[in-house]
Structures are given as structure tokens and as C-alpha cells.
């Protein structure tokens, strides 16, 4: 039997099910993800660090306990990496540093990102002169140098690890102030947010509900690369002094020790770089791959 | 082009001045009594309270603010709450060291970037292709302070090749009046000073330039491909142009114009930027200068600093945008 002349067009199977379009969606992102093999590869560093870190500590000594006697020894069976000044092991010290440099990179974001996208998802709905005064202070903090901010936050919020997160934080605020802006500009044209105004949601309803959900995708490949960055700009603010304090095993801080060894222990200024440089490597590989994948 | 000069001028005078009240307001409100940093801790409140009159701190924050604001205007930016030298003579006095070293980075950063992005792109899919992105990659991972230290390792312990530290061997005597170091030996042909200075400055340059290195790298690669893609390449190619010709003569106008840009942001960077590295190489810069004075919590200096650099950051931007238009008369007209 022929369809009637006035039956609506036979929909594709795609717009008929739009789960199954998402799914599509999903699996087409995840076959390119998979395909860039940087990204695989970042992907595998980063979920091997993430299980030395979560694991790691509880299989290597404390990693505040000082032996003098055996201060600065060479890498050996006995201490993989060597001992630091002090006595201690700086293996249990690098591995016990993962957890502070993954969370300090990831608390950064959240603060740059949560702080970032309501400014940007406000300036960008409200688009009066409260939003637009908003975001030229946003782009002020462009205007400096990332370190030079970071550096003058921190002096601000005062030495200590908190500060370095905060400082981190602020400093990669304003690109996804912008990003988040740019996005729920074109967001709020769209017909789905009429279509909210029009069943009477609020402002905020419609910012919430409406247009932060539509408007994810580029902010989280945004702080994927952004958690390299932030931690490689906690791990400077402990290498200057800024960030954590002693004893605590941060990789920028035992760098900053380690050169006072640098001729009598060249090794303690090896092992903290190279793990924080395959943490860096891993999220801007990964993120790479998400932007590639996204494109 | 004047008008868009005009323009971008006008653009760049509140951003100054809202990166001075940002500026102060943070170190403003940040704890530490400047009266207490300068006389002791154990000062009675009477003398404190004076001193805090005299420094205008007793004056409601607008005020110090706009006072503030008037003297620097005028080039004066408030005196040094450690040392009681102007904040403008200190910074100044160290800025050609860091001006220096961004100089000497940004050439190596060019040199690197430029041949490796170029090379990769003209090389696509090739096995060079794929090791340099790795470089730069790696180059935008690796923390600039664990690669001076491993320089310094390789370089200054291991093969005692370079100088580790310093500007220039005190054993010299240089003059502290002298600010370009190399560029002055090099002018007054004294080559012992001239080499000297020269290893000195190779570590640390070679530190700083790799993150910009990478970048540059980058963004030359990306940007050729796109622009050997173009109908005109193509022409040129059917005209049985040699390589070399269409990439350097035709190519090569097009491409760089965005990399230039980079260029241009990276070398402000540097110079705000350098912070890290002066602080791994001891070199006697604005940037070590900016660690101590938030060690001895000496905000007024920190304060000039940052808005020394911030202005020569924008400065270099607004020069950065002009050149662009310049190149690029679809910005100035856009």
C-alpha cells in the first residue's frame, strides 16, 4: 500500500529515535577519539597515573620520614629514585606527590570553571552593562602574564598549596569566562530557549535547565587541556616558594629542593620533572584528542 | 591605518589603568602593615602610627589609590618599603637583564620553531613530521624550571660545559652601570667578556625558549599546511615553480602572518614570564627581583612590577595588532 499524499514524510531512523542519534553521535566521537593514537596513548598515561596515585601510597614507606643516615643516597634496590637531604625516600615522595599534583591541577579547574562559566553564562545571557563592565574585568586579567597573575594572586591569598589551587584557578578563569560567554550567546538564540520563555521558565531556569546543558562540551575539552596547564603552574608556584611547604611531597617543591643538590644529587632534580612532565603530556594529549575528535 | 591605530590606543589606556586598580587593590588588601615591614616588629605603635602617616597610609584607599595613580602617571611609582629606593630605578635597573634574556630566548625560539614547523609541514606524514609535533608537544608539557634543571645537569655538572648561575663571572669586574651585557662586550670588542656573558646567557635562553619554541613550531606547521592547500599554490606548482620557490616566495607571506602574531605575544610573555627561569639560573632580573620583594613582602615594589610589565605586555600587544593590520589589510578594515 502507497503512503497517503497526506501523510507527514517517512522519517529517517535517526530523527525518528533520537536516543539512538545521540548513541551515534557518541560512538562516531569515540571511533575518532580511539582512532587518534596520541590520544590513546594520553589516555593510557593518565589512567596509570591515576592508579599509582590512588594505590602507590599505600605500598611505599611515609614519605615525611627522615633517616640521616642514609641522607642523599644514590638511586639503588634499596631506594629506587635515591634519598633526598633529609633522609627520605624520594620514590614514596614522587608517588605520594601524584595525589597532590592530579588534585591540584583538578581543583584549579573546577575553580577556574565554575567560576568562568557563570560569569560567562550570565554576561552572556544578561548582555546588559552589569555583564559587559563583568567581562572587561575579565579580559584585564588577560592582560597580564599567567605567571605574573599567579604569582601576584598568590602573594594576595598568602604561601601555602590552597593559594597556588586558587591562584591557578583565577588564572585560567577568564578563558573559560569567554568560551562559556561566546557559547550562551549563540545558545540563547536558539529555538529551544524561546520555547522555555515561552512556558513562562525564569532567567535562571533557563540558564540552568536550558543553556549550561547545551553548552558543556566545549568547556570540559577546555579544562582537560586547562588541568595540564594548572598543574604545571602549581608545580611553578612551588618550585618559586609560593605554593606547598615543606615537608609535603609536591613535585614543584621537591624540585625547588633539590637545587640546592643539584652538583652533590643531580638525580633528586630528575624523577619530580619527569612526573609532572608525563602528567602535563598525558592531559594535553587526551585533550588533543577531544578537540580533534569534537572538530 | 591611523584610525585603527587611534583605535586600538584608546582600547589600551583603560585596560592600563584597570590592570593598576586591580593591581592595587589586591596588594592593598593583602595582610602585612607596611609601617610594621619597615621599622621592626617590635616598633612602638606611636612611631608605626607616624611612619603610616607618612606613607599616606592612614588615607582612605580611593584617595591612596588615586595618589597613587597621579605619581604614575609622572613615573613614579612609590618607593621600595625594603630597600626606600624608587620602585621605578630597582625595576629599571633590572629590566635589561630580563630584556636581554627574552631577546636571546625568543631568537632560539624563532630559529627552532620556524625551521621544525616549516620542515614538518613541507614533510607531512613523514617521520620527521611525527617527531617534531612529539617535541612540541613534549615542549608545551615539560615544566620550563625541571628543564633548566636538567641543563643545567647535563650541561653545567655533568660536562661543566656552562656557566650554571649568573649573568657574568664576578671574577670580571663588570660595572654594575653596564645593562646590555653582551651587547655592550660585543660593541667594545672586549671578547673576554663577550664569550663570558654569552655562556652564561645560553642555558637560561635556551630554558625559556622552550615553551615559545613549541608553540611557534605549532602554529607554523598548522598554518603552512592550510596555506599549501590554497588554489594559488596549486597555480604556482602547475607553473612548474621549484619547491623551495613556492614555499619561501609565495607560501611563506601568508602563512607567517598569523605565526608573527604568536610570535609577538610570546615575547611579552617572556618578559613577564621569566620569572621561573631567573629564578633556576639566578640571573639578577626583573622576575627574580619580583620573588624576593613578595618574600620580604614589599607589595610597593611587587605593585610596580607588575604593572611595569603589564604595560609592557600591552604595549607589545597593541604593537603586535598594528604590525597584523599593517601585513593584513583585511584586520584594519574588518
Known amino acids: ?295 | 591605518m591611523l584610525a585603527y591605530v587611534a583605535r586600538r590606543l584608546l582600547i589600551a589606556i583603560p585596560i592600563l589603568f584597570g590592570i593598576s586598580l586591580i593591581v592595587f587593590l589586591m596588594l592593598h588588601s593583602a595582610g602585612g602593615d607596611p609601617a610594621v615591614l619597615m621599622l621592626g616588629i617590635h616598633a612602638d605603635p606611636a612611631s608605626v602610627a607616624n611612619l603610616r602617616h607618612q606613607l599616606g597610609l592612614d588615607r582612605p584607599l580611593p584617595v591612596q589609590y588615586l595618589d597613587f595613580l597621579g605619581h604614575a602617571l609622572q613615573g613614579d611609582l612609590g618607593r621600595s618599603y625594603r630597600s626606600n629606593t624608587p620602585v621605578t630605578h630597582e625595576v629599571l635597573q633590572r629590566f635589561p637583564a630580563t630584556v636581554e634574556l627574552a631577546i636571546a630566548a625568543m631568537i632560539i625560539a624563532v630559529v627552532i620553531g620556524f625551521s621544525m614547523g616549516t620542515l614538518a609541514a613541507v614533510r607531512r606524514h613523514s617521520l620527521f613530521d611525527y617527531s617534531s609535533t612529539l617535541v612540541a608537544l613534549a615542549g608545551v608539557s615539560i615544566p620550563t624550571f625541571w628543564l633548566g634543571l636538567i641543563l643545567i645537569i647535563v650541561f653545567g655538572v655533568w660536562l661543566g660545559w656552562l656557566p650554571i648561575s649568573g649573568r657574568v663571572d664576578p671574577r670580571l669586574g663588570l660595572s654594575p652601570n653596564i645593562h646590555f651585557v653582551v651587547l655592550d662586550a660585543l660593541v667594545h670588542g672586549n671578547w673576554p667578556e663577550f664569550t663570558d656573558a654569552l655562556k652564561h646567557l645560553i642555558l637560561p635562553a635556551i630554558t625559556l625558549a622552550g615553551w615559545p619554541a613549541a608553540i611557534i613550531a605549532r602554529m607554523t606547521r598548522a598554518s603552512l599546511i592550510e596555506t599549501l592547500g590554497h588554489d594559488y599554490i596549486r597555480t604556482a606548482r602547475a607553473k612548474g615553480l621549484r619547491d623551495r620557490t613556492i614555499v619561501f616566495g609565495h607560501a611563506y607571506r601568508n602563512a607567517l602572518i598569523p605565526v608573527l602574531t604568536v610570535v609577538g605575544l610570546e615575547f611579552g610573555s617572556l618578559l613577564g614570564g621569566a620569572v621561573v627561569t631567573e629564578t633556576v639560573f639566578a640571573w639578577p632580573g626583573v622576575g627574580s627581583l619580583t620573588i624576593s620583594a613578595i618574600g620580604d613582602r614589599d607589595y610597593q615594589l611587587v605593585q610596580g612590577i607588575v604593572l611595569l610589565l603589564g604595560a609592557v605586555f600591552i604595549t607589545l600587544n597593541l604593537i603586535v595588532d598594528i604590525v597584523y593590520a599593517l601585513l593584513d589589510p583585511r584586520i584594519r578594515y574588518g
Open chain 1, 1 to 295: 500500500m502507497s503512503p497517503s499524499p497526506l501523510a507527514p514524510p517517512a522519517l529517517a531512523s535517526a530523527e525518528r529515535f533520537p536516543l539512538q542519534r545521540r548513541q551515534g553521535r557518541r560512538f562516531v566521537f569515540l571511533r575518532r577519539y580511539v582512532a587518534n593514537r596520541g590520544a590513546v596513548v594520553g589516555a593510557i598515561i593518565l589512567w596509570a597515573l591515576i592508579a599509582w596515585s590512588a594505590i602507590g601510597p599505600f605500598f611505599v614507606s611515609d614519605p615525611v620520614k627522615q633517616d640521616i643516615l642514609h641522607r642523599l643516597a644514590r638511586p639503588s634496590a634499596a631506594f629506587w629514585f635515591g634519598t633526598d637531604e633529609l633522609g627520605r625516600d624520594v620514590f614514596a615522595r614522587v608517588v605520594n606527590g601524584g595525589r597532590i599534583s592530579l588534585a591540584s591541577g583538578l581543583v584549579s579547574v573546577l575553580v577556574g570553571l565554575v567560576g568562568g562559566t557563570i560569569i560567562g553564562v550570565v554576561t552572556g545571557y544578561i548582555e546588559r552593562w552589569v555583564g559587559l563592565v563583568l567581562m572587561a574585568v575579565i579580559d584585564l586579567l588577560l592582560a597580564l602574564p599567567a605567571i605574573l597573575l599567579a604569582i601576584t594572586v598568590a602573594a594576595r591569598l598568602g604561601i601555602g598549596l590552597t593559594s597556588a589551587m586558587l591562584a591557578a584557578g583565577v588564572v585560567g578563569l577568564p578563558a573559560y569566562a569567554r568560551l562559556a560567554r561566546a557559547s550562551t550567546l549563540a545558545a540563547k538564540r536558539q529555538e529551544y530557549v524561546d520555547a522555555a520563555r515561552a512556558l513562562g521558565a525564569s532567567d535562571l531556569r533557563i540558564m540552568v535547565r536550558h543553556i549550561l546543558p547545551n553548552i558543556l562540551t566545549p568547556l570540559i575539552v577546555q579544562s582537560t587541556i586547562g588541568v595540564g596547564n594548572a598543574i604545571l603552574l602549581v608545580a611553578a608556584l612551588g618550585f618559586l616558594g609560593l605554593g606547598a611547604q615543606p615537608p609535603t611531597p609536591e613535585w614543584g617543591r621537591m624540585l625547588s629542593d633539590a637545587q640546592s643538590y643539584i652538583t652533590a644529587a643531580p638525580y633528586l632534580g630528575i624523577f619530580p620533572g619527569l612526573a609532572i612532565a608525563l602528567t602535563v603530556l598525558s592531559f594535553n594529549l587526551i585533550g588533543d584528542g577531544l578537540r580533534d575528535a569534537l572538530d
